[in-house]
């Protein structure tokens, strides 16, 4: 990730101290005289190489509407979409008039103030459900370029300016329940899984596709004939023999050869409808999907149907139906959406501990500072000691109408509601 230096701008010593929250003295020091201080960066869904797992420091334990709240800020319209962030900047979208209308917003963050927003209209907003809307596709970055996938009103790219660099109109989409993949980048290529109801309503078929992140022109299209409806976000996995583009999708896990768009292997076990995003932890590849359905771990590689010789380990219960999984510190969490968290060994998939939280989530955990945030529906966020065993550290109650998954920078909590983007830090005592 890039080194992120803090502008002179920010004011007072008290003020810069309170940002940076925890660093030792030395670091403090490196800032005043413009050295940069390293930072993660929250590029895209689910923040560094998808794995939802800051390495930040000094990120908040508690918070409440009177405590450690640095900003709020009202973003107008609709959005389930998650924030990126990179160096100061914060991004998000939302939707207005039914998804005719939608904005791709520019905040600053350290005061939570708009910069500017950049609106991408539509006349034919594809249908979708309340839990969806019509900007639940998360933005991603590459520090000079912000990616954004608005369904049927297109994918865009724009510069830090909000100048509008290219825009791809990629077909009308069919889905009852709307469009929530985000866009993915890889080295020089943007990656967009395009799965909707296309076959069932005589439509074109579901397709994924690589793009010139450059220009918008088509690097490859492969076609996903005959596959319906998912919500998920693909990774990206090197090995020694191949370099693949993830996608858990309807019935299988399926890998496509990054240069070539070409199927390379599959695992069958999902089930039809697909949300979760699928991770990779210590040489696994792990996925999710259904109404308490199956888990797997998955060794990738290999070519064809590799069900019988790649899958490490397989659950056949529990995993959700919503939320992504994730895998901290040899660990894989399961948060389904009746608020049941279940842990297993991610090597092995032995059961740790399973608890019920109670509530709806909706949103995906994230992971920081041996902790595991865990947000629900009402606005209440989990805190949860990463382990083998349940350890409940703070819950924090915030604002109604959680559906977005939080993202971590800069020692900052960044949480959306259906109303606002908050900003949460430590904060010094009387400030």
Known sequence: MGGFLLPYRWGSPRALASWVGGRVLLLLFSVLIACPLEADNWARWRGPQGSAVSAE???PLQWGQDRNIRWKTAIPGEGSSSPIVWNDRVFLTSAEDEGCLRWLHCLDLLTGRIIWSSQVAHDWPE???ALTGHAASTPTTDGQRVFTWLGNAGLSCHD???????????GAFESELGLASSPVLVGERLFLVCDHDGTRFKSFDSFLIALDPQTGRTLWKTPRAGLLRSWSTPIAVASAQQKVLIVNA?????AYDLVTGRQQWSVTGMTPWVTPSPVVAGGLIFASSGRDGPALAVKPGGYGDVTETHVAWKQSRGA??????????GYLYLLNETGILTCLKARTGKLQFRQRLGGKFYSSPVAAEDRLYLTDELGVTWVIGAGASFQLLAKNRLASGCLASPAISAGCFLLRSRSHLFCISIQPEGE
């Open 57 to 59: 420091t000094g990120v």
């Open 127 to 129: 249908l979708t459900s």
């Open 320 to 329: 959700p139906y919503v939320c992504s999984p994730i895998v901290y510190q």
């Open 160 to 170: 830090f300016s909000g100048r509008q660099i290219w825009h791809r109109d990629l």
């Open 250 to 254: 309807q019935d299988q896990l399926r």
